[in-house]
């Protein structure tokens, strides 16, 4: 039985450090943003409200990081 749960932990730590490494090696965006420091989307440049830039430092307005993350769950 033990080595059914070593075999599950190895594959936690596995799994663990993978999530780790890919989210080392993410390409981090600069976001587009003018000299007044209003910041806009990267994909349609629309002006991105402030709020949402404090709560998650968006790149994005809300209706293309929704598409980005549409596509990257399904792969396309």
Do not use: W, Y
Request: proline share 3%.
């Amino acid at each position: 039985m033990s080595g059914a749960f070593d075999a599950a932990s190895k594959l936690e730590q596995r799994e663990r450090d993978t999530a780790i490494a890919a989210h080392r090696n993410r390409h981090i965006e600069k976001p587009d943003q003018d000299d007044d420091g209003n910041r806009f989307c990267l994909d349609c440049a629309d002006q991105i409200p402030g709020q949402r830039i404090e709560s998650v430092n968006a790149v994005r307005c809300v209706d293309c990081q929704g598409v980005r993350e549409q596509k990257n769950r399904t792969g396309r």
